[in-house]
């Protein structure tokens, strides 16, 4: 009988588009079967389908002189969402099973043996890269909290490039790697600030430069520029 515009939008249908009966209105069987359920008299509570690659939730009433009313809600970015954050906390608690491993074995070494000076020194500044590294997996995870909370609101400033990529490429874990590859920073002199907050920048490089080296042959070479793009700075890691 009438459909907002939500509803028409999902299902298809233009503003004035002509609607067929509730039975005909839906392709996929088990919406059918809402339908069919719910004009026989049966409410039909929280039952979700895949239609045209969607996910949504439905929900149908029977009306009191016959008919029903159905609501339907598209759940297809939620899902994708909760999606991504499982994926995200199971390659966290995979990473940090390296870096973890690594402190133990050092840390066992040194309370077992009694090492020269330099390979302690070496033990420990291994140590410490690796502590920092799980330093960053943990604040990856806090920072996903207060986004999914609504609570983070970008710091904006005038920021560096080159100095936060070079931070952010000084920062990283694996020291063998890191000196067996080229770093290069390639900034435009008219692209080298950019207004942001310079903590979230220093993540997103990091990020980005982390896999970068996890997929760059030793001996091979990491590049960061920018360049002016329209009415904004473009940074890329290449």
């Not at 069987?29 to 409410?43: C, D, F, H, I």
């Not at 609570?151 to 920062?171: F, H, K, S, T, Y």
Request: hydrophobic content about 45%; glycine content about 6%.
């Amino acid at each position: 009988v009438t459909a907002n515009h939500a509803a028409r939008r999902m299902l298809g249908y233009s503003r004035t588009e002509f609607l067929p009966a509730l039975p005909e209105l839906f392709r996929v069987k088990a919406a059918r079967e809402v339908v069919n359920a719910v004009l026989q008299g049966t409410p039909v509570q929280d039952c979700e389908l895949e239609m045209d690659q969607r996910v949504f939730l439905m929900n149908a009433r029977p009306l009191p002189a016959g008919g029903a009313v159905l609501v339907i809600h598209d759940l297809t970015d939620v899902r994708r969402l909760e999606a991504m954050r499982r994926d995200f906390v199971a390659n966290v608690s995979h990473e940090l099973k390296t870096p973890l491993t690594s402190i133990s074995g050092y840390a066992e070494t040194l309370l077992t043996d009694t090492p020269e000076p330099e390979t302690t020194h070496r033990f420990l500044s291994t140590i410490l890269a690796n502590a920092r590294r799980m330093q960053r997996l943990v604040d990856n995870l806090l920072d996903l909290a207060r986004l999914e909370a609504g609570g983070w609101q970008p710091e904006r400033e005038l920021v560096d490039i080159a100095e936060v990529a070079n931070d952010a490429w000084g920062a990283l874990a694996d020291g063998t790697r890191v000196s067996a590859t080229q770093f290069k920073v390639d900034v435009a002199s008219n692209a080298a600030t950019i207004l942001a907050d310079a903590d979230a920048m220093r993540q997103v490089l990091t990020n980005l430069l982390e896999n970068s080296l996890r997929y760059t042959p030793v001996g091979g070479r990491i590049v960061c520029r920018s360049r002016l793009e329209g009415k904004g700075v473009a940074i890329s890691v290449a």
